[in-house]
């Protein structure tokens, strides 16, 4: 019988890891672009004329972002999501513009997008913008459309550069919680 020549693995076999490697480095391409799409850079819109400005409470910078788009007139109404602790106060009256500070319950982005249409149906908002951090945006969307019927927009404010890390880590938490435990309103 003739001797058969060795088998070769191909180029799986040269690789370090080999088919293990090259899977944990696609898991791995798959996990960032998603983190990318869904909490650094999530879908955008431009601010428009709605009946009232929602500001969702957390990273600093989202009420003088909400204050900024009520002083150049998209809405005649700011509605302050004020939790216990929030950084956040309700902010003194504004000249012409009608102020509402609530507090959610709970003190989630589920309880502030609870609020929305709950004051959406107590003073006929049929369109909102809302001002969430940045990471938080696809979530804040998921939320809001179980809970609201009418139009929502979303202007997003970045956390500090240090905050990053960790607002990350929480929206991957927070975002499997929406979808697998808490379907609804």
């Known amino acids: 019988m003739p001797d058969r020549p060795a088998r070769t693995r191909g180029w799986l076999g040269r690789v370090p890891g080999g088919r293990v490697g090259i899977g944990i480095g696609l898991a791995a391409v798959l996990f960032l672009t998603a983190t990318g799409r869904l909490f650094v850079w999530p879908v955008r819109d431009a601010p ?38 929030a950084d956040d106060p309700c902010p003194a009256a504004l000249p012409g513009i009608q102020v509402i500070c ?60 240090r905050g990053w890390p960790y607002a990350i880590s929480y929206e991957w938490a927070a975002m499997i919680k929406a979808l697998t435990i808490q379907r609804n309103c």
């Open 102 to 161: 609530f507090r959610p319950d709970p003190v989630t982005t589920q309880g502030e997008a609870r609020m929305t249409a709950e004051l959406a149906t107590r003073y006929g908002w049929r369109s909102v913008m809302i001002v969430v951090g940045t990471p938080q945006d696809t979530r804040a969307r998921l939320r809001v459309k179980r809970c609201y019927e009418g139009r929502a927009l979303f202007v997003t404010v970045s956390p500090r550069l």
């Open 48 to 85: 428009e004329p709605v009946d009232a400005i929602v500001m969702y409470a957390g990273s600093p910078g989202r009420l003088a972002r909400a204050i900024e788009l009520v002083r150049a007139g998209y809405a005649p109404v700011l509605a302050v999501s004020t939790p216990p602790g």
